[in-house]
């Protein structure tokens, strides 16, 4: 997927007047937030789970490579086929060989994130294969050509008027806004796109090292029928996706289905080991599975490795104040909200994003949510540092944050400095004692007011004896 | 009990009488106060900046200033988050300095959290009369777990009616350089904040925060109201609330 | 040099370790091995007083219907009933260990072969149970295909109270115990497919089946006390 976060403050003005999008963003704040709200609680001891579960995750990181491996032996053992990828483009090719391999002309999807990464659609509908998105949010997005704003719910920006526009217009049936018989449809329409499709695509939720085992939640049934139909499965995801054992898997699915959408369990949980073979009655005769790097090894050793524990369950942005008020189309790529703030600049460059890591008050909503404890507000201020250190940051704001450290240095001249400063401010409010306009801090005053200062300092009016 | 009062920036230069309230009620609670001169700014601003190098310094100037007293007290969340989280973190490197600062950082709370935990204040010098709603500031909520403290205070005083808001955690847009960096933004979060204290009819919305506190007000006054105080839980408190 | 080294030696690289440490990564080796032979259990719940009446509330509660049944023969009769109030055609498919009951007799005609696209009924058993999230545990194979769950409007599972346990965990255990290696698809079903992609409204009945019914019934003579 194109990467257009250096967009991101014109995208913020246009999001904010999106009275639709504005609408939107509150139900999935009721659903998601009051949702995972609703049921965290059943966790015996939550912190105590969270610590297990980041336990697990740095377990892995800290050992990628034997995991890796010890999930290649036994995915192998089982009949799948592991391949391995460098960037999305490689994602792409492999695919598109395993189709002609196959001779596939048509595929099925159920979501996968990281496919959005690849571009993959795009890349196979060049090579003549038809792709069909199966989850109803992309298949939506499919039918309207636009991406993903959220990576657990990635229709949350449309509302019901909206897709029932379009399923008028590409299904050519009668319009309807009933949730329900929306729903029908699209069942309707998908389901010879399963019973007909040559192969299906799919991504990982985890991967289960102990078992060479690929695992997928869904809540649709799309995900079982995309990886049981087809005669070929193709499953794609991250590197670091893999954990050891069924037991350490399932402490991460407690929290996960928890954190992301409220529910005690998804629907469904698929454990996919290996291909169909005389033991069974269904399945794909063809199983493989391809694990992307595109950025993430470099994230490794260095003082982001946190960032990769991410099981992508959502609970960042779902809390997140600024997300909740613009919405994920606006950060530009794959990943939105507080996770996509600190993985976009990783994966795509800090040049690309430049805004990600500082359109945040660091408020710590995120970091209080995220089931592995990645420590987000800690990451986006290192990569704050980042930029400093690379001299992105514009002059303006490096002297003023130069000039504001040398005062606080220098308690003398603070001292008068501050003396003098207060006095101007309060002379400017006038008898209204509001200032309207601050020069030089527009992003304030076009829509605050200030309140001025009372005239004097505390330390001048300490020093005068006031406190006696 | 001796404690170094760290004013802050803020309050120091735009509302002096939330100092002078701090001592107020220090004092109240039996300890000896004092202000040292020299005090500027935690490094705040430059640190979430990704200024480390500022923030260093202006780290050590704080422990050369204070490191003597026996508690360090804030009227700021923030600004005690600063001390007691991020300058320990800030020399994680050198464990003689690791080692001071951690220690210092222990001594150092937010004004509320100081006042019911250590000197356990008894009474309340203030008689604030109506009704107020109280925002939580991000910092010294997530980092410092004051929430308790200041409903505790304000629960002590009689006249005092406290109405609970919607979605008093969630941050209300200041963010420091945030809020002139990515203002639009900023200014809708603000506005959020502002609809929910409307919602409350209250007379007042009181904070622990001053930043947090000119930018609501500032969204306030902006939307056309003028009748709504906007005050430190401190003013409150110590009663100066009532000065001008 | 191909992908598959490069990532390998990216991720090597940045895991570099010391000389001192090279010489103990016998003792690291050894401990994710350790980590492999004993799976070791995270945070586990508050176990249920009733793993039945506990499973029996979570499933109602993902909408699933619970139905119980004294013994093996009035399954039919249940499910007959079932379909009638709910206007259901009373045919469909199961799995080759459920054909003998009497499904003709109490009117239903049911085929013992796995699901196609056309079936919109299809009766399973279920390998086990899990009490904390009313969840059904299925293995494929060749006598439980998993389509039959999959592709018909209602998913029928007809379950012994005895295969019901606390948590996902002791399913792990079971299957560990009973089955030399994990079978092709383990599937997970707790209650109809479902969706709330439009506007966050939940709706029964995705691509998956419209209604789950288990039918808890004792296969064995003796009765388990409840636990």
């Known amino acids: 997927m194109q990467n257009t976060s250096i967009n991101f403050k014109r995208q913020v003005t246009i999001k904010l007047a999106d009275v639709r999008l504005q609408n939107a963003l509150s139900r999935l704040q009721t659903r998601f937030v009051g949702g995972r709200s609703a049921v965290i609680g059943e966790i015996n001891d ?77 890349a196979l509908e060049q090579v003549g294969v038809k792709v069909m998105e199966t989850d109803l949010g992309e298949y939506i997005l499919q039918l309207a050509h636009e991406a993903p704003s959220h990576i657990v719910a990635p229709v949350v920006h449309k509302n019901k008027e909206e897709i029932a526009d379009l399923f008028a217009e590409k299904h050519r049936k009668p319009r309807t806004t009933d949730i329900a018989e929306l ?66 898997v399932t402490t991460l699915l407690r929290l996960l289905s928890r954190s992301a959408t409220g529910q005690s369990i998804t629907n469904y949980v698929s454990v996919l080991t290996g291909k169909k073979d005389h033991a069974d009655h269904d399945g794909p005769e063809h199983f493989h599975i391809i694990l992307l790097d595109n950025g993430r090894s470099s994230l490794l050793g260095s003082e982001m490795q946190e960032m990769l524990r991410c099981i992508r369950c959502g609970a960042c942005m779902n809390h997140c104040p600024v997300y909740q008020n613009i919405g994920g189309h606006a950060y530009g790529w794959v990943y939105p909200g507080p996770m996509g703030s600190i993985l976009t600049p990783l994966l795509g460059g800090l040049e ?78 006038g008898k209204e004692k509001l200032l309207h306009t601050l020069p030089g801090a527009r992003g304030w005053s076009d829509g605050r007011d200030f309140p001025v200062p009372a005239g004097l300092t505390f330390r001048e009016l300490y020093q005068q004896g006031k406190h006696q | 009990m001796r404690v170094g009062l760290f004013v802050t920036c803020l309050v120091d230069t735009i509302r002096p009488r939330i100092g002078f309230a701090a001592i107020k009620l220090l004092e109240a609670a039996g300890c000896e106060v004092e202000f040292p001169v020299q005090q500027t700014c935690c490094g705040q601003p430059g640190y979430n900046s990704g200024d480390q190098k500022s923030a260093k310094a202006l780290a050590l100037k704080f422990i050369a200033e204070f490191e003597t007293f026996d508690y360090v007290v804030v009227p700021s969340g923030s600004c005690a988050g600063m ?59 997530r980092e410092l777990d004051v929430y ?14 406290v109405h609970e808001m919607v979605e008093s955690t969630t941050c209300c847009g200041f963010g420091g350089t945030f809020s002139v960096k990515y203002g639009e933004l900023s200014t809708r979060m603000a506005d959020n904040k502002c609809q929910h204290v409307t919602e409350t009819h209250t007379d007042s919305i009181v904070g622990g925060d001053l930043g947090c506190l000119l930018n609501i007000e500032g969204r306030l006054r902006r939307n056309g109201d003028h009748s709504t105080r906007v005050l430190h839980v401190a003013e409150v408190l110590s009663g100066l609330d009532k000065e001008e | 040099m191909n992908a598959r080294d490069n990532i390998l030696g990216k991720i090597r690289n940045a895991q570099v370790r010391t000389n001192a440490q090279a010489a103990a990564t016998g003792l690291h080796t050894e401990t994710i091995n350790r980590h492999l032979a004993q799976h ?104 439980t295909p998993a389509t039959t769950s999959l592709l018909p409007e209602t998913h029928v599972a007809v379950l012994d109270p005895c295969r019901i346990v606390a948590t996902m965990e002791d399913a792990w255990d079971l299957m560990r115990k009973e089955y030399k290696q994990p079978p092709r698809a383990v599937n997970f079903i707790s209650g109809p497919s479902r969706t709330a992609d439009i506007e966050q409204t939940v709706t029964l009945g995705a691509h998956g089946p419209y209604r789950v019914l288990v039918i808890l019934v004792p296969f064995a003579e003796i009765t388990n006390d409840a636990r």
Not at chain 1, 104 to 117: D, F, G, I, L, P
Not at chain 1, 377 to 396: E, F, I, N, T, V
């Open chain 1, 352 to 429: 690309a994003a430049p805004d990600l890591p500082n359109a945040s008050t660091l408020c710590g909503a995120c970091a209080v949510v995220c089931p592995v404890k990645i420590p987000l507000p800690d990451l986006l201020r290192k990569l704050r540092q980042r930029q400093m250190d690379r001299g992105m940051k514009s002059w303006q704001e490096t002297l003023m944050l130069k000039a504001w450290a040398w005062l606080a240095l220098h308690p003398m001249i603070y001292a008068l400095t501050t003396k003098i400063g207060v006095r101007l401010m309060c002379l400017m409010g």
């Open chain 2, 83 to 141: 001390i007691r989280v991020h300058y320990p973190d800030l020399f994680r490197d050198d464990p003689a300095l690791l080692e001071r600062f951690t220690a210092i950082g222990q001594r150092t709370y937010e004004l509320t959290d100081f006042l019911v935990n250590v000197a356990k204040l008894a009474k309340i010098p203030g008689n604030f009369q109506g009704t107020l709603t109280y925002h939580d500031s991000c910092s010294g909520l």
């Open chain 3, 40 to 143: 070791p259990r995270g945070p586990q719940p508050v176990p249920p007083d009733n793993l039945l009446a506990c499973f029996k509330e979570r499933a109602l509660k993902l909408s699933s219907d619970v139905l119980q049944a004294a013994d093996y023969l009035e399954v039919p009769t249940l499910l007959m009933h079932y379909l009638s109030e709910k206007k259901l055609p009373a045919r469909g498919v199961c799995w080759p260990s459920l054909a003998e009951l009497p499904w003709s007799a109490a009117g239903l005609d049911i085929q013992s072969r796995p699901a196609n696209d056309q079936d919109l009924l299809g009766v399973t058993g279920a390998f086990c149970a899990i009490a904390e999230t009313g969840t059904l545990m299925m293995l494929s194979g060749t006598e």
């Open chain 1, 46 to 122: 939550l912190q105590e789970t969270r610590t297990a579960a980041a336990a697990i995750r740095d377990l892995v990181l800290n050992d990628l490579e034997h995991w890796l491996l010890h999930f290649e032996q036994q995915a192998t053992a089982r009949g799948a086929v592991v391949h391995w990828a460098e960037t999305g483009d490689d994602v792409n090719r492999i695919v598109a060989d395993i189709a002609a391999q196959y001779g596939v002309r048509t595929a099925a999807k159920s979501k996968s994130m990281v496919s959005e990464e690849c571009g993959l659609n795009d």
């Open chain 1, 183 to 248: 729903c029908r449809e699209a069942r309707e329409i998908l389901r010879p796109t399963f019973i007909n499709a040559d192969m299906g695509i799919s991504g990982a939720n985890f991967l289960v090292a102990e078992t060479g085992s690929v695992l997928i939640v869904t809540n649709e049934g799309n995900g079982r029928l995309v990886t049981t139909l087809p005669r070929v499965h193709v499953a794609i995801t991250g590197i670091e996706k893999v954990v050891p054992t069924l037991e350490d």
């Open chain 2, 148 to 161: 308790k403290q200041p409903r505790a205070l304000l629960a002590m005083m009689p006249e005092v009616s």
